[in-house]
């Protein structure tokens, strides 16, 4: 089966000062057309370095993201079609927005540089089209509006109709909806998966928040990363209700629920060190290692584990658990 | 303590004994260009001594104003149009309007020590932890340096930070969840009856996260103190209140046990808040948004603020806002229809 989207062994570093920052090592993973994938992982673990990588804004430094099975960055002139095939959203809306820029001019650059419209006289029913299709109805209503004239909601939805312009087939959501005030996060979150349903766009959702990625991508599969690695690939229902990952455990557990009885009464995974190793200074061996509450020395701080396949569609990376 | 500014009106009543905190009827107004942006408006409730109340609510209700308020660190463009805030300490009340500047600088940190968001902002950059420490309980009148860095000692020890370490750092070389305990232990230092936290987690990761409300939960535990909580995130309500308080527009528009507020909501506004928050435990859930988007604040509109987001609105919610009434013991909620059986979730 050929994927969509392919990460081989990507690995990403950055240069600080003279020291190196290993952000992404060693990530693989395949993404089906049609497919909702989550990312998840706390601040610092390379999840928006992935994402970035995946849509071409930042050049692996080693290994391969194939489109269709081709390295993206030896394609030569596919490049194009691939760039248009594979869009983000960014956090936060008012940053990737023109604050200068009116919602019909933001929508319609895009439009006219790809040649996406057949003339100009063209351009305003596409533009009507494309807020209907995120819900900000009637189009007219913001057509003339500046970002700072909108609210968040809205201006995350500008967002989303400004990638779907070109039709993409895929779509990186890196933190989408974290910015979005709670009680409009849901209806987002609704009209991205009407997206997948209706118009079949792939998603790599990307979230610190594990009860949206469930939410999201309930029909789909959760990888989480630690530190710049891969350590569980799993479908949803699976990952959230029976973690095997140390680390997955220990982030279910301590999630916060808006349930006063669920989070009263749950039981948390203790971890044997609450810092963070520093990304300048990583562990030895697996990077979870130091808080690790199955730790066994002598293998988890000498030997990078491996991501396994444990047969039942889940994929961990933990010496202890894969023995 | 009591020696410190003596008390005006010294009425201690047994019905209020044990009460930290009272507020009446407060209503806070910012200028701005446009208008009067009404931040506040007639906020009333009580905190018993030892309890946890959680504001809940979303950007722009009212909450950060209204904790800044307490404490008397609003912005200059604040005007507190009317209301009372009256704080207790062992049979004493002081009417916090009324402080003078003198007063007021001792009432805040010693009595009433607030926590902000972003604790990197808090602490003084160019200082190390020990001296803020010192500095923080020198500007509050203690000046046995001894006897604070030994207090300082046990507070970090408290929040689980190594203090040799801590104590000798600058705020930079210290992580997010580091800083934030820092804060906390700061604010424990001259013991203060009430602590305001506002958005202690925003920025933290989850497991960063889980550690701040550990350590909170075991802090209550120890030490005697109220803690008015503030936070846009339900969960952290859940976790740790023991009442909450729904803000909508400048206003409570419901309060209750949290059992009850999350069980058995009364405010369609707070139903529609739960009802937006998805869980991890357990399997795929319904959820739903709340149309439309909160009230201009300078122009808010007739009647129940929250009546064009609310799809049980009736003629009489679009022309008088109903106040806050007991539902339920010690649940009240401002709705025309709330307790009736006329809203069901």
Redesign the interface.
Known sequence: MSSLISLQHVSRTFRQANRIVKAVDNVSLDINEGEIVCLVGESGCGKTTTGKMIAGLLRPTGGEVLFEGKDIWAMGRDFKRYRQAVQIIHQDPYASLNPVHQVSRILSAPLLRHGLVANQAAVPGRLRELLGIVDMTPPEDFLDKYPHQLSGGQRQRVSVARALTVHPRFIVADEAVSMVDVSIRVSLLNMLTRLKNELGVTFLFITHDLALAKYFAWQGRIAVMYLGRLIEVALTPRLVNDPLHPYSKALLSAVPEADPRITRTKQRVQLRSLDVPSLLNLPPGCNFHPRCPLFEPGVCDKVVPELVDMGDGRYVACHVIAK | MSSLFPPETPKPTPKVADTTLTVQNLSVDYVGRRGLVKAVRGVSFDLAHGETLSLIG??GSGKTTLGLTLIRLLPRAARIREGRIVYRRDGDEFDVLALKPGELRQFRWKECAMVFQSALNALNPVLRIAEQFEDTAKAHGTSRTQETSQRALELLRLV?LDPERVLHSYPHEL?G?MRQRVLFAMSLLLDPQLIILDEPTTAL???????I?DILRQLRQEMEFSLLFIS????????LADRVATMYAGAIVEVGD??ET?YRPQHPYTM???K?????????QA?????G??PDLVNLPPGCKFHPRCAYATGRCREEEPILVTVAPGHLAACWYAGQGGVTP
């Not at chain 2, 937006?276 to 795929?284: I, L, R, S």
């Open positions: 979303e950007s689980k992580s969840g990761d989850i497991l960063t996260q889980r550690a409300i846009h995130d339900l969960s952290l309500a859940a976790e949290v059992y999350f529609g808040l739960i937006a928050v998805p869980t991890v435990t357990g399997d795929m959820l739903a948004s709340i149309s988007s909160p």
